[in-house]
């Protein structure tokens, strides 16, 4: 089945690649809004907002973004106002989004930190003296309470808002287990335990904001003013966000480029690292492309502006991985089915525990009350919730850095279990600039007068193969030949009508059709197909006139890479519209396992489908023929610089200089992101385990609980962020 037709709840990745639009009109499904949501730290406050507005009517859909802390709700028209009082109760300092709120989160609230330190010398000092005097007293009940008014007002405030909602969240449950220890006479137990809640939640929003730092790292790649030249000649300062297209911009020794480009004058160094992941400087000269965000290093430059500052890669990748944490990726989808139904379980079970020892096993009222309030500590699933988007959007930030746009979680899930991946030649194994090898007459016809046609004909084409031709002949535009009635044949060549003679510039399979292969044109072919060059000839209505041997060049990563891939246990494919004996020759070169020659795009798809019995299948392009089998292939790679807009788009993940090695790269990231999340599953559901035996068994107390619920999702987020040091 094809992929895109799986809901995998990660939305259409074809559109990963543009910036979410605010109020963008469907008319099947309404609009689409975004807000800021400031207070959205955790899945606490998702399963809040969740409960409020998914049964509202005209809300269609809720997508949440918890890293970025933006909503993105579905809705019928005229509703943004609507969901702002529906939320405005919960206060989590909801509204309307605002572009630079789709840039980057807003930073973590600054903590009273006084406040919490004198809250903490309070719940000290309160059991201190429970100690010295052998019990409770009006001084240890003062500080207990000078405690929890100190550290945990707010935790109150927020339970008492979620037991509103019938939501028990993790602030529901530390209110009822506080109140409920103060009411049993465990005073100072019950105010150290909301100190070091209060204390945890901060540490933990501490270390979310690390993940968050991926994307303003990102952000801050690209300076918000350039020098330009304005219309009197002059240069001048601009924000970047202001350039028009075409500008010409001037960019000095050290300074990050602006926007993207091509540049007029000038030579220098330019580090494209935080781009491409290459690791050493490109030189760039008049005509070569610009990255915003790269660094130019040595030499001055001039350059004119071909994008604007939203739709430049650097823009494009950022909205990219913000997409991309929206999405939810397999494990998490599962994680979040598990955690609906455990909160209300747990606490079941915690009300009979508290009810039934007594009721009916003339157990002690206050012992079972205080296990079952050591139960409620230990019910929330924040933990095991929260671990699998900070690992996925540490691996999305990793990734980035190596110069991999991978559009979704689910994708990076998916990467570890590939097993076969069929490539494109031209471009992909090969760098896609051809070269003429040979040229051949084949009749009585002057040199010139063939080289000018054919020169005529591949003028109009883009393909690699006639811009070769192009090169080689080397004719003046002014002496080509007019041609009418210009048609490109895909997977064939050109044809066209030139002094009103049909003409043609095609390859082997254009030949056969047409049914003028002779004998010993095939044994020419043969010999020159079986050196790994790809044959083009030139035709003048049922006539061959002449014939050119085009030879592309393998790229010396390609061998590497294709190693690289087998090692890890991957089969490989190479699908090319070329002849079967270039495609064979260029196989053999770099170690692929399989090769189909003279395939058209949809020869490409079947390929693809073909191999989707043998497990989960990868396919690499870089051109528009290569869209179809790179949307039916389980993963989609793109070559991210010379790859064109469909292909990228297409894909699911983009690599940024091209190089096929970093799909290995990808796969070891994908197994490292994989190992990590269950790490982190094993590690919440293992300890929540121990801890509800111990509470049971009535060895836990309250704070220990805090330090196993709270711990655990520390543990987990800080073993999360180590995929952004693979």
């Known amino acids: 089945m094809d992929k895109r037709d799986s809901s995998c709840g990660c939305g259409d990745s074809t559109s990963a690649l543009t910036p979410p639009t605010q109020n963008t009109n469907n008319s099947d499904k309404g609009d689409l809004s975004l807000f800021s949501i400031s207070k959205m730290d955790c899945p606490t406050e998702e399963g809040l907002i969740r409960a409020k507005l998914s049964n509202m009517p005209g809300i269609y859909q809720l997508d949440f973004n918890l890293v970025q802390r933006i909503l993105q709700v579905r809705h019928a028209p005229g509703m943004e106002s609507n969901i702002l009082n529906s939320l405005a109760p919960l206060d989590l300092d909801a509204r309307i989004a605002t572009e630079g709120d789709t840039d980057s989160a807003p930073p973590v609230a600054p903590a009273n930190w006084w406040l919490l330190t004198g809250a903490g010398a309070a719940a000290v000092a309160s059991e201190v003296v429970f100690w010295l005097q052998g019990g409770n007293s009006g001084l240890v009940m003062i500080l207990a309470l000078a405690s929890i008014a100190g550290g945990g007002l707010t935790t109150y405030k927020k339970g008492w808002i979620a037991l509103r909602n019938r939501n028990l969240n993790m602030n529901a449950l530390m209110s009822i287990a506080v109140t409920g220890a103060l009411l049993i006479g465990h005073w100072p137990e019950a105010a150290m335990v909301m100190v070091l809640f209060t204390l945890a939640e901060l540490i ?45 911009i001037r960019v000095r020794p050290g300074e990050r480029i602006a926007l993207d480009g091509k540049v007029v004058r000038g030579n220098s160094a330019v580090n494209q690292a935080p781009i491409t992941g290459e690791s050493l400087p490109v030189d760039k000269t008049a005509g070569d492309t610009l990255f915003a965000g790269s660094i130019n290093e040595s030499g001055a430059l001039e350059y004119r502006s071909t994008t604007t500052a939203n739709d430049a890669l650097l823009a494009r990748i950022i909205h990219a991985v913000e997409a991309a944490q929206g999405s939810r990726a397999p494990t998490q989808r599962f994680v979040d089915q598990f955690a609906r139904w455990y909160t209300p379980l747990v606490f079941a079970v915690a009300l009979a525990t508290a009810l039934l020892p007594p009721l009916f096993l003339a157990g002690s009222w206050m012992e079972w009350i205080y296990r079952a309030l050591v139960l409620l500590v230990i019910a929330c699933p924040c933990a095991l919730v929260i671990a699998t988007p900070v690992t996925i959007v540490s691996g999305l930030a990793s990734a980035t850095r190596h110069g991999i746009l991978i559009k979704g979680g689910a994708y990076l899930e998916q990467g570890r279990k590939l097993r076969w991946l069929a490539l494109d030649k031209t471009g992909t194994i090969t760098h896609g600039r051809p070269t003429v090898t040979d040229f051949q007459l084949l009749v009585p016809i002057a040199a010139e007068e063939a080289q000018i046609l054919a020169a005529s004909l591949a003028e109009r084409s883009d393909h690699p193969v006639s811009k070769a031709v192009m090169e080689f002949v080397q004719i003046p535009h002014g002496r080509l030949h007019e041609v009418e009635s210009f048609e490109a044949l895909v997977g064939r060549g050109v044809r066209g009508r030139v002094n009103g003679e049909q003409c043609y510039l095609g390859n082997h399979r254009l030949l056969e059709e047409l049914g003028i292969c002779t004998p010993d044109l095939e044994q020419q072919l043969s010999t020159l197909e079986a050196e790994g060059k790809t044959v083009v000839m030139l035709l003048r209505e049922n006539s061959v006139l002449a014939m050119f041997a085009v030879a592309d060049t393998v790229k010396e990563s390609s061998r590497n890479a294709i190693d690289s891939l087998h090692r890890l246990g991957v089969k490989t494919l190479m699908l090319s519209g070329d002849n079967q004996h270039t495609v064979d020759a260029i196989a053999q070169q770099v170690g692929i396992d399989r090769a189909q020659g003279n395939l058209l795009p949809e020869d490409k798809l079947r390929e693809v489908e073909s191999l989707a019995g043998a497990g989960q299948v990868g396919m690499v392009g870089d051109g528009i023929n290569d869209a179809p089998a790179l949307a039916r292939a389980d993963i989609g790679f793109a070559m991210g610089a010379t790859g064109t807009d469909a292909a990228i788009e297409t894909a699911d993940v983009a690599l940024m200089d091209d190089n096929i090695g970093k799909i290995a790269t990808f796969i070891q990231l994908s197994r490292s992101t994989a190992r990590i999340l269950w790490q982190n599953i094993i590690l919440a559901l293992g300890i929540k385990a121990v801890f509800l035996v111990l509470a049971f068994a009535g060895e836990a107390t309250m704070w220990m609980a805090v330090f196993a619920d709270m711990g655990t999702s520390l543990l987990v987020v800080f073993n999360g962020l180590r995929v952004m040091r693979k």
């Open 204 to 248: 933990e929003a501490k270390s979310l904001d690390r993940a968050r730092n991926a994307i303003r790292e990102l952000m801050n790649l690209a300076p918000e003013t350039a020098t330009v030249q304005g219309p009197d000649g002059e240069w001048a300062s601009m924000s970047a966000k202001s350039v028009p297209l075409g500008t010409l």
